[in-house]
């Protein structure tokens, strides 16, 4: 069982990823300034459990076969319990992850919108944004999680709550038997 992230060129996916991982540096995530950088899919297997998919991105500079190679990923993997769709706190929904967003409704696989870099954008554009994504979310969507995840991959805001939830979507959190007696 997976999950995946996804989103355009340079968004931070990678970066994600590599937070995520920040309990075990062991595992090497590269990241870049050039958009474009991740160009074939990156698969990080978390014990036994689950894989986590690091996708190259589409839009500007990202590598064509995108479409070749995500797409029908995002079709045909059975075992895929979400896809994470990654748009940039500064700027907001771009036409690129519209149909992105369009594709993951189309696949019917649960996804989740994940905002990044919010470290480095001013409010008023963040709440801006936010508000435009939300109301996209309300009124586009039937299979995304209501509400988006805001993080920033450089100062860990957000990561950890990210973390839980993906513990929580692939089943791995064990819970321990409460005692009964
Ligand atoms: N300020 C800030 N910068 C970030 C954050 N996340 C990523 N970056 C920077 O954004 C750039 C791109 O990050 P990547 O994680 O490589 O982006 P990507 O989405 O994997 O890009 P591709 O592999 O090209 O599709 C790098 O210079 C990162 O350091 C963040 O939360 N805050
Ligand atoms: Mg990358």
């Known amino acids: ?36 950088h991740t160009k074939k899919m990156n698969f990080f297997k978390v014990g036994k459990a689950f894989t986590l998919v690091d996708m190259p991105g589409y839009g500007h500079r990202a590598p064509r076969d995108f ?28 036409t690129a992850d519209q149909i ?5 409704e189309e696949t019917k696989c649960p996804y989740v919108m994940v905002v990044t ?23 586009q969507t039937s299979s995304c999680f209501p509400q988006p995840f ?11 709550l990210l973390r839980c939830f993906i513990t929580h979507v692939t089943g791995s959190t064990r819970l321990r038997e409460t005692s009964k007696s």
């Open 1 to 36: 069982m997976g999950v995946c992230f996804i989103g355009r060129s340079n968004v931070g996916k990678s970066s994600l990823i590599k937070a995520l991982f920040s309990l075990t540096p062991e595992v090497e995530v590269r990241v870049s300034k050039t958009p474009g």
């Open 67 to 94: 479409v070749d190679m995500v797409e029908p990923y995002l079709y045909t993997r059975k075992n895929l319990v979400r896809t994470f769709l990654l748009v940039d706190g500064s700027v907001g929904l771009q």
């Open 100 to 104: 992105a967003l369009e594709m993951c």
């Open 117 to 139: 870099k919010i470290d480095k954008c001013g409010q008023g554009a963040l709440l801006t944004n936010l508000l435009k994504l939300q109301d996209v979310i309300n009124t």
């Open 150 to 160: 805001l993080i920033s991959s450089v100062n860990y805001w957000g990561i950890h």
